[in-house]
């Protein structure tokens, strides 16, 4: 497998060393100038007539009416939707409100949705779309996320984040001319949903060589290659130089394809993105802003890397024969998340139900976790430099969350999702209290 999987074996099936038959679901990825002008031939390529057009504001005047005009000279029929955001949100989020815009103009029966936008747009589209069993092409409008090609969908759900399976799209076109004039704060927020992977990847491996996941070398060699050749354009983001917009955006994309290879978002989701979402919910319960995804993610990333440093080096000392209380724990969870806890109390049970296995204590097994996660840590030695270069937030405060939440949020983050992070091995030996207030000093 190369760098650029999606260039050669996209919408193909294809065995990996991992031993494991990976599949691209995506038909075709166009990234590079000027590629809006080849929608019409794609569409037309699939037998598409008739397109549901999706967009807000913002993503109309970035490509919509571009796209727009491309297609009524190609004689198409548009049927347009605007979607709006509420008055009360910061943002246009993933809610009922915005499910129902595009679901109410599916009586008209189009073939195919086209979403035009980044992270929301693209994952409202993503799940009707699967939903009502419709293709969709993706217009990208900013390099801000990964989630252009993956297989899920992040939806509020009663002001709850659930991620739902949902085909990625046919057809994603990601034109350099629109993604590099994107507003700043959405190519920082993916260029630090990228410097997440590490901690993903340091977690995904703990979990193969402590719980027997399986996990795939080849999908973290390209993830590695895609972090290094990204990283080293940091300082060139801020001019949106082109060069750097490609890399980033290509990055983004092989991301979102790795999750399709797998199937799920382990290759791109551990700790860092638990800490992003408990955030957004809780902001989102509070009328705050709750900032961009990436840039909770790339900012959480800071803290858990230097989380990680410290276990890697306090792992042969902890007291691996301590026993969690998980009545006690479980008590704890549910003053905590008050009318929110139905939604979390199941995976919090299966997650105090995990035992870490005994193998833990073995001074040779904890030599092969040490090389195997620094391995991945060393992909991005010091984010918090790379923020510095790239000239984007370094800090969960920065983006405006107050410390007693971002404390809550290491604390209490891991219990969104089963998989076990670095955070619940923390609590496993009892360390977790203390790492969080010593992360979260001031130097
Ligand atoms: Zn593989
Ligand atoms: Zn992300």
Same mark, same amino acid.
């Given at each position: 497998?190369?760098?650029?999987?999606?260039?050669?074996?996209?919408?193909?099936?294809?065995?990996?060393?991992?031993?494991?038959?990976?599949?691209?679901?995506?038909?075709?990825?166009?990234?590079?100038?000027?590629?809006?002008? !080849?929608?019409?031939?794609?569409?037309?390529?699939?037998?598409?007539?008739?397109?549901?057009?999706?967009?807000?504001?913002?993503?109309?005047?970035?490509?919509?009416?571009?796209?727009?005009?491309?297609?009524? !000279?190609?004689?198409?029929?548009?049927?347009?939707?605007?979607?709006?955001?509420?008055?009360?949100?910061?943002?246009?989020? @993933?809610?009922? #409100?915005?499910?129902?815009?595009?679901?109410?103009?599916?009586?008209?029966?189009?073939?195919?949705?086209?979403?035009?936008?980044?992270?929301?747009?693209? #994952?409202?589209?993503?799940?009707?779309?699967?939903?009502?069993?419709?293709?969709?092409?993706?217009?990208?409008?900013?390099?801000?996320?990964?989630?252009?090609?993956? @297989?899920?969908?992040?939806?509020?759900?009663?002001?709850?984040?659930?991620?739902?399976?949902?085909?990625?799209?046919?057809?994603?076109?990601?034109?350099?001319?629109?993604?590099?004039?994107?507003?700043?704060?959405?190519?920082?927020?993916?260029?630090?949903?990228?410097?997440?992977?590490?901690?993903?990847?340091?977690?995904?491996?703990?979990?193969?060589?402590?719980?027997?996941?399986?996990?795939? #070398?080849? &999908?973290?060699?390209?993830?590695?290659?895609?972090?290094?050749?990204?990283?080293?354009?940091?300082?060139?983001?801020?001019?949106?130089?082109?060069?750097? &917009?490609?890399?980033?955006?290509?990055?983004?994309?092989?991301?979102?394809?790795?999750?399709?290879?797998?199937?799920?978002?382990?290759?791109?989701?551990?700790?860092?993105?638990? &800490?992003?979402?408990?955030?957004?919910?809780?902001?989102?319960?509070?009328?705050?802003?709750?900032?961009?995804?990436?840039?909770?993610?790339?900012?959480?990333?800071?803290?858990?890397?230097?989380?990680?440093?410290?276990?890697?080096?306090?792992?042969?000392?902890?007291?691996?024969?301590?026993?969690?209380?998980?009545?006690?724990?479980?008590?704890?969870?549910?003053?905590?998340?008050?009318?929110?806890?139905?939604?979390?109390?199941?995976?919090?049970?299966?997650?105090?139900?995990?035992?870490? @296995?005994? &193998?833990?204590?073995?001074?040779?097994?904890?030599?092969?976790?040490?090389?195997?996660?620094?391995?991945?840590?060393?992909?991005? @030695?010091?984010?918090?430099?790379?923020?510095?270069?790239?000239?984007?937030?370094?800090?969960?405060?920065?983006?405006?969350?107050?410390?007693?939440?971002?404390? #809550?949020?290491?604390?209490?983050?891991?219990?969104?999702?089963?998989?076990?992070?670095?955070?619940?091995?923390?609590?496993?030996?009892?360390?977790?209290?203390?790492?969080?207030?010593?992360?979260?000093?001031?130097?």
């Amino acid at each position: 497998m190369n760098n650029f999987p999606f260039l050669q074996i996209e919408g193909k099936s294809f065995p990996c060393s991992c031993g494991r038959t990976h599949r691209i679901h995506t038909e075709k990825t166009i990234l590079g100038n000027n590629v809006l002008p !080849q929608l019409s031939h794609i569409l037309r390529g699939m037998s598409f007539r008739k397109v549901l057009l999706v967009f807000d504001e913002n993503t109309y005047q970035a490509a919509g009416e571009n796209v727009e005009r491309e297609l009524k !000279q190609g004689g198409f029929e548009i049927i347009p939707c605007l979607l709006y955001k509420k008055q009360e949100l910061f943002y246009l989020e @993933p809610d009922e #409100d915005a499910r129902g815009q595009i679901g109410e103009h599916l009586h008209q029966e189009p073939e195919v949705l086209i979403a035009i936008g980044s992270g929301v747009i693209n #994952d409202l589209v993503k799940f009707i779309a699967h939903r009502v069993g419709l293709p969709f092409v993706v217009v990208a409008t900013a390099p801000s996320m990964d989630g252009y090609s993956s @297989p899920g969908a992040p939806m509020m759900v009663s002001g709850y984040k659930v991620t739902y399976s949902a085909t990625p799209p046919r057809v994603i076109l990601a034109d350099l001319g629109i993604l590099s004039q994107a507003p700043m704060p959405l190519i920082h927020a993916g260029f630090l949903d990228l410097l997440g992977k590490v901690i993903a990847n340091a977690d995904w491996v703990m979990r193969r060589l402590l719980f027997r996941e399986d996990f795939c #070398d080849a &999908i973290w060699n390209m993830t590695k290659e895609n972090l290094s050749r990204t990283v080293k354009e940091a300082e060139n983001l801020p001019q949106r130089d082109h060069q750097a &917009i490609y890399e980033l955006s290509l990055a983004l994309l092989n991301s979102g394809f790795s999750m399709d290879m797998i199937g799920d978002s382990r290759p791109a989701s551990g700790a860092e993105h638990l &800490i992003a979402h408990y955030l957004e919910i809780m902001a989102l319960h509070r009328g705050m802003n709750p900032s961009l995804h990436g840039l909770r993610v790339g900012t959480a990333t800071v803290l858990m890397h230097r989380i990680y440093r410290r276990f890697l080096q306090e792992m042969p000392m902890f007291d691996w024969n301590r026993k969690l209380n998980s009545q006690e724990k479980l008590e704890t969870l549910k003053m905590h998340f008050g009318p929110l806890f139905p939604l979390v109390e199941e995976t919090a049970r299966k997650k105090l139900a995990i035992t870490v @296995p005994e &193998i833990i204590k073995e001074k040779s097994f904890q030599e092969k976790l040490r090389g195997a996660i620094e391995e991945k840590l060393l992909a991005i @030695p010091d984010p918090l430099t790379v923020l510095q270069k790239a000239q984007a937030p370094q800090s969960l405060e920065a983006l405006g969350f107050p410390s007693p939440m971002i404390r #809550d949020a290491l604390l209490f983050a891991r219990f969104l999702r089963e998989r076990a992070t670095i955070l619940d091995l923390l609590d496993q030996v009892g360390m977790l209290d203390e790492y969080v207030d010593w992360v979260l000093q001031k130097p």
